[in-house]
């Protein structure tokens, strides 16, 4: 079976630190792109990082850029997202989700970690 | 620009035909994917690339795209259709993903 199991969600307050993992199984993990998508309660998707099958290519959101770091470990199928400085606006449900390319779109998704930053 | 525009709600009779819209610049040089989420659920890929579906998704869901303009077609909606969908596409730099608003469809 086709899975991604997210790991790592929890309440944090602001300014603090959080790491989320994301375990992969039933497909090639390492040739997949693999994306963390956040969903804020009651908002719509936003994509926070994408990190290539290979880890040649990062990007990251605005939003994020210098506060996340995306890694991913294919001998261990896993996927990674730390969270530094971390606001009452990164509050949101965070999932990963697989990509086999521009073209095929995210096929593969978590069922989702929840974050809540909060004093 | 790396927007992509989607009607905030959208609604269908049973039975009848529905076509969601998203509108992007960067949907000029990329093709959209269609995700449907269910309340409380994780998002589904529905459709992807020129008019592609996942396996096990119903034919009842189509893509096509012209311009600016992507569009996802429900034909003879179901009432498990009932769902948001988000379109999702590369940005003009073709370097980030970038989602829709998102469409909450209501099957009446």
């Known amino acids: 079976e086709v899975q991604l199991v997210e790991s790592g969600g929890g309440l944090v307050k602001p300014g603090g630190s959080l790491r989320l993992s994301c375990a992969a199984s039933g497909f090639t993990f390492s040739s997949y792109r693999m994306n963390w998508v956040r969903q804020a309660p009651g908002k719509g998707l936003e994509w926070v990082s994408s990190?290539?099958?290979?880890?040649?290519?990062?990007y990251y959101a605005d939003s994020v850029r210098g506060r996340f770091t995306i890694s991913r470990d294919n001998a261990k199928n896993s996927l990674y997202l730390q969270m530094n400085s971390l606001r009452v606006e990164d509050t949101a449900v965070y999932y990963c989700?697989?990509?086999?390319?521009?073209?095929?779109?995210?096929?593969?998704w978590g069922q989702g970690t929840t974050v809540t930053v909060s004093s | 620009s790396s927007e992509l525009t989607q009607d905030p709600a959208v609604s269908v009779a049973l039975g009848q035909t529905v076509k969601i819209t998203c509108q992007g610049d960067?949907?000029?040089?990329?093709?959209a994917s269609w995700y449907q989420q269910k309340a409380g659920q994780a998002p589904v890929l529905v459709v992807y690339g020129k008019n592609n579906r996942p396996s096990g998704i119903s034919d009842r869901f189509s893509g096509s795209s012209s311009g600016n303009t992507a569009s996802l077609t429900i034909t003879g909606a179901q009432a498990e259709d009932e769902a948001d969908y988000y379109c999702n596409s590369r940005d003009s730099s073709g370097n980030f993903w970038v989602f829709g608003g998102g469409t909450k469809l209501t099957v009446l």
């Open positions: 989700a697989g990509d086999y390319g521009d073209y095929y779109g995210m096929d593969i």
């Open positions: 960067s949907l000029r040089s990329y093709y």
């Open positions: 990190i290539s099958s290979s880890n040649s290519y990062i």
